[in-house]
Every structure is written in structure tokens, then in C-alpha cells.
């Protein structure tokens, strides 16, 4: 039996019981969003000047049956580019979690200049208790703490530089989470993923609590077959929060060290409201220089889809105000400590109503860029200057 008629036979059969007895609450209703994004970027270390432009089409519904549902959304990406290869904006519109286990995407039509996939984003059956549910299938599945630098969560982390965040990427897994109290909660997950390393399995269980003026969190298990363990908190201190989270991985027969540290605040200046957040990472999957790179992009944390920067020590810092209430404006830093090579990318957002957004912004590499061999010389330096504009629209 295939991987996805086994997957089908599990959500059918996790469906049935007393769903059988009972008819829907209500006709769901079908959502849906697409984005436009005309790109040009200049030529770069290891880059030749391109136009883009990207579109990304997602069809979402959520149909209940008593204590069931069905969490569904299927996307298409088309990318069109001037020259051949490549991504757009290092890949600032994603289509899938880099470790998809079930054969539920693809691609539809490739050539030099036209690139066009799709995927089921979303295909998970829920079944809620009162202080328990359980969900079976392609789902979004988060335990990050931190914003931007999230080592501790296991999953799919965002890349920190996208600025199109509104859905995180399905996996495919058994979620059961449990509620004891209040402000407790206890979660397992069971995922296998499929990635250019191999066939991986990542099983682990999350507790998290609010005691006092804290949140705390930990989980252990096993990370792409690997141990693992993790804890995290965050406070309030001063009307800024604190957060931090860290795991503790062994692989290849060492112990490698992940962790982040944070702070965010809002804040009233010059009658505008602003959002100000830096983070501070350190993680031994990254590179000590900038002569351990390409062993770093080629390594197997990178290849799975976990490192969201690949220096050892990295700064992000990221800065927004209200010009009013429709119009907003920021900035994004990325900072290699290691190879001092920076990535910089103001922007600016307007807001045509409630359902339609544009956005636009720059991003601009810092640092050194290839080395003689056509290597690179530094993380962000080979970034080539890249405007972007995009179109939101939500129906």
C-alpha cells in the first residue's frame, strides 16, 4: 500500500464511530488568499540579475461533524524568472516544509523560466474532548518560544528574513494534545519526514505552564532520529517581555547546543506606536567563520530544513511603527557575528481594507562576497540588492 492510500485509510478510519450518526453543523465555508510578487534583484557574487514574479494561490475549509473536523488547504505557486534556476528572495514564498512524508505535491509544469507546483497544505481530521484533542494528518505544528530565532522548535521554522508569514507549512504527524488546567497544557507529537537526508522520525512530548509571572515549556524526545532535549520561559520584566528556549541535541556522537535569548517591547514614540524586538542566538549546528559554510549548507540539519541562519552566532533585530493606522513601516537586521556580514531589509505595508494589503521593502547584503574558488566568503554578503512588492489578497 502506498504512503498515501495508507494516509487516507487512517483519516478515514479516525473519522468514523459516532460521526456516523450525526450530520454536519454547518456547510463550511471556502476561504481563500493570494499573493502577488513582482521581484527584481540586482546581480549578485554567485548571481546573475533577474526579474521575478511569484503567485501563490491557497484554497482553505474547515467542515465540522459534531466532535470532528477537517482542516483542509491546497495552494499552487507559479514562479516566473528571467534567468534560469534559482529562488525568489531565498525562498520568500515557500511551497512546502522540506520534509513532506506523504505524496500530496509536486510539481506541475517546469521549465528555465517557469516553475509551477502544487500541494495540499492542510489535510487533518481533529477530534475534540473537553480537555483533550487528538489530530491526525498535515498540520501545523509550532513549539517556539522566541520570534525570529526559533532553534527549539522542532518542526518547520520560519525563515527569518520572509516577510509573508501568514500560514506556516503543514507536516504530516499525530498530534495529542491535553489540557489539565487553566493555563497548562501537555502535547505529544509523532512525525515522519522525508527529506534529501533519508526517511526521519521525530517523536517527542511538550509540557508548558504559566506559574506566577512566568511561562514555562519544555519537551523531550527524539529529533530526526536523534535525542533531544529542550526548555524554554518567558517573563514580563519592565513592560518588555523576556524569552528564551534552548534544546539539547546529540548527533554523530556529540552534543551540539542550540539556544536563543530575546526581548520585545511596545512603546509609544512621537504619538506613533512601535514594536521593537531583538534576539540573540547561539547554535553548534552554525559556523564558527566564514571558511565553514559550505559545510554548513551542506550538512544535515541544513539539508532537513532546521537551520533558519547558518552562522553560530546571529543577531536579529527587527523594528516597526504605525504612521497611521493603515500605513506601517520596518526594518529587519540579521547580524553574522562570526563572518560580520549583515542582512538589511526596511519595508513598508499599507493596508486598502480589510482584506486587500500591499506590501514592499529592500533587502540588502553586507559583507564579503564569493571567494576565488566561487565559494562563499560570508552568509549575507553574497545576498544580492533585491526590491520586492507584493500584493495581498484575502477572500
Known sequence: MSRGAAFAV???????????????????????YLLNVPVASAEGPLSDQTLADAQRLRLMTRPTLGQFSLDLAYEHVITLRSEPGGSVLGGLVPTG???????????????DHVDWRHRVDRL??????????????RQPVSWATTLFLTPADPFVPFDPSD????YRSGVDAVR???????????????RVADSPTGETLTA??????AIGSWEVAGWVGVVHGEPALSAAATVGVFGAIVRTESVVRRTNDETVLRATVGVDRSFVLLDRNVYLVLEYQRDGFGAASGDDLLAVFLSEAAQRGELQVFGRD???VQASMELHPLVGVSALVLWNLNDASALLGPGAS????????VRGGVFLGVGDGATPAGLPASEFGVVPTTVYMAVSWFF
Open 204 to 209: 517527542a512530548g511538550r509540557a508548558r505552564a
Open 124 to 137: 487533518a481530521v481533529r477530534y475534540a474532548m473537553s480537555d483533550a484533542e487528538v489530530t491526525v494528518g
Open 163 to 166: 516577510p509573508f508569514r501568514e
Open 97 to 111: 516544509s522540506g520534509g513532506d512524508w506523504v505524496p500530496l505535491q509536486g510539481s506541475l509544469w517546469q521549465t
Open 176 to 190: 495529542v494534545r491535553a489540557f489539565p488546567g487553566a493555563f497548562s497544557e501537555v502535547d505529544g507529537v509523532l
Open 350 to 357: 499599507y493596508s486598502a481594507g480589510n482584506e486587500l494589503s
Open 314 to 316: 546571529e543577531v536579529a
Open 10 to 32: 487512517v483519516l478515514v478510519w479516525v473519522s468514523i464511530g459516532r460521526a456516523q450518526a450525526q450530520r454536519a453543523e454547518w456547510i463550511p465555508a471556502i476561504r481563500g
